[in-house]
């Protein structure tokens, strides 16, 4: 079953509570979307570092329920 747009985005928040945090279902099928999450708790880390913050916060559905987020992070907007 794929997941909500909306529970990924209370899932990041929930795990990263100052993210403001966009949502698009790249294909309409509920199973690809892209994220734009930011957060000033991003600040001084890597991309890497970053996305990982985002995928802890998904709880492990990545792979799973969510196939496939393709990830855009900053500490703030440009």
Not at 57 to 77: E, Y
């Amino acid at each position: 079953m794929p997941m909500a747009a909306d529970e990924i985005v209370r899932l990041i928040k929930q795990g990263i509570p100052d993210a403001e945090v966009e949502i698009e279902d790249l294909a309409g099928d509920g199973d690809h979307y892209a994220a734009t999450v930011v957060s000033a708790a991003f600040t001084g880390k890597s991309k890497v570092q970053q996305h990982q913050m985002v995928y802890g916060a998904l709880g492990g559905r990545m792979g799973g329920v969510l196939h496939a987020l393709k990830l855009t992070t900053m500490a703030q907007r440009p």
